[in-house]
């Protein structure tokens, strides 16, 4: 493979400016990596792809996109800066070539991009190494899935992802900022499990003094629904949240929380690389009660679990991270709007992978302590969750 298909990265300085670099990845610049398994520097293997397919959002959540700074003068992405339907299946494919099994669309917010649904059909054709469907997903704040949930379904998506954060309608519209009501999305929710969108998880990030009130409230309301209820820590992404760890209740509290009024026992993880310590709704005899369900803590701030990560992420104009927290992301746009073939682009994917060694939340105190000042990192906003 010629140097020129080594990809760049691209330093987010600004948001409204991204301009790409041209650092090479590590490695030989001419060396090749075939389709296949992977496994990063730390023995990580590549499972799970994120894609943002719109860097817009009809909410403005204080931890994602804040009003001060996402108002109406702020400058989105135009249109032809985004990877098209075509180039997202083009890159998609070859991450299910080294491993991929499951996809998730995120955003912003994956519902206002016009016709997701021939995206959603035409991922949902794509097949694992083992010849299996892809685990197919979708995050949404539920404003548009009463809507939508139907045709998504028929487009081929398996289940949703809700972000929901309270269900006191005063608190949820201080929380979305633009006066949007729960009800609207608690009957999203409805639909989705009608249609057969599930098993759904429903996400709840928890911030001291805004919404921790709601812990106990939201969970039990989704006991015994099916639905899976997760509460995430607050978290330092990006660098317009304004995030302090004073406003962060660490998953223990959340847990102990809940245990005053619902009995709880911890559960082994579902898969491998699982972001959340899953804990089953008890019954009387200690057992897990299947028919309560369970509930899910992820602590991305207190509990580091960056060793069995793998997860890569994708944004909407075509920039890999590897990290949830990176600062810099490597130019797949480029390469798939060149006359590169699939097999070089495969190559880029693996050598990009192969070399990673991102771990920052393992690292995060240490790399505050010699920085004296937070990395400027991605938002997500732009990245997606």
């Known amino acids: 493979m010629s140097e020129r298909f080594s990809p760049k990265v691209v330093p987010l300085l600004d948001l409204r400016n991204l301009r790409p670099g041209t650092l090479p990845i590590p490695g030989a610049p001419v060396s090749t990596v075939a389709p296949g398994l992977l496994a990063d520097s730390l023995g990580r293997p590549l499972r799970d792809l994120r894609i943002s397919v719109t860097d817009r959002c009809n909410f403005r959540c204080g931890y994602c996109m804040p009003k001060e700074i996402f108002d109406k003068d702020y400058t989105y992405l135009p249109h032809a800066s985004l990877l098209s339907f075509e180039e997202i299946v083009r890159i998609a494919k070859q991450f299910v070539n080294h491993g991929v099994q499951k996809i998730r669309l995120t955003g912003g917010e994956p519902l206002l991009r016009k016709n997701i649904e021939i995206l959603i059909e035409q991922l949902a054709a794509l097949r694992t190494l083992d010849g299996k469907p892809l685990d197919l997903t979708l995050t949404t704040n539920g404003a548009l899935l009463a809507r939508k949930a139907q045709s998504l379904k028929d487009a081929g998506l398996r289940r949703v992802t809700v972000s929901l954060d309270a269900l006191d309608d005063a608190v949820f519209r201080r929380m979305n900022d633009v006066d949007f009501p729960v009800a609207d999305v608690l009957q999203g929710i409805e639909v989705a499990h009608a249609v057969?969108?599930?098993?759904?998880?429903?996400?709840?990030?928890?911030?001291?003094?805004?919404?921790?009130?709601?812990?106990?409230?939201?969970?039990?309301?989704?006991?015994?629904?099916?639905?899976?209820?997760?509460?995430?820590?607050?978290?330092?992404?990006?660098?317009?949240?304004?995030?302090?760890?004073?406003?962060?209740?660490?998953?223990?509290?959340?847990?102990?929380?809940?245990?005053?009024?619902?009995?709880?026992?911890?559960?082994?993880?579902?898969?491998?690389?699982?972001?959340?310590?899953?804990?089953?709704?008890?019954?009387?005899?200690?057992?897990?009660?299947?028919?309560?369900?369970?509930?899910?803590?992820?602590?991305?701030?207190?509990?580091?679990?960056?060793?069995?990560?793998?997860?890569?992420?994708?944004?909407?104009?075509?920039?890999?991270?590897?990290?949830?927290?990176?600062?810099?992301?490597?130019?797949?746009?480029?390469i798939v709007r060149s006359d590169a073939s699939d097999d070089e682009l495969a190559s880029v994917i693996g050598r990009i992978w192969n070399a990673r060694s991102d771990r920052y939340s393992e690292l995060r105190g240490a790399l505050a302590a010699e920085s004296g000042t937070p990395a400027r990192r991605v938002e997500m906003s732009y990245i997606g969750g």
């Open 196 to 334: 057969g969108l599930g098993p759904i998880k429903i996400n709840m990030v928890v911030k001291h003094g805004t919404n921790d009130q709601e812990i106990l409230p939201m969970a039990h309301h989704f006991k015994g629904s099916g639905m899976v209820l997760r509460y995430i820590e607050y978290m330092d992404v990006g660098a317009t949240n304004g995030w302090r760890m004073n406003d962060v209740v660490p998953s223990r509290e959340v847990v102990q929380r809940l245990q005053t009024e619902l009995p709880l026992l911890a559960l082994e993880p579902s898969q491998p690389g699982e972001t959340a310590q899953r804990w089953g709704h008890a019954d009387a005899v200690g057992q897990h009660d299947t028919a309560a369900g369970e509930i899910g803590v992820i602590s991305s701030v207190t509990q580091a679990f960056c060793g069995d990560c793998n997860r890569a992420r994708l944004s909407t104009e075509g920039q890999l991270y590897l990290c949830l927290f990176a600062g810099q992301g490597y130019d797949l746009r480029s």
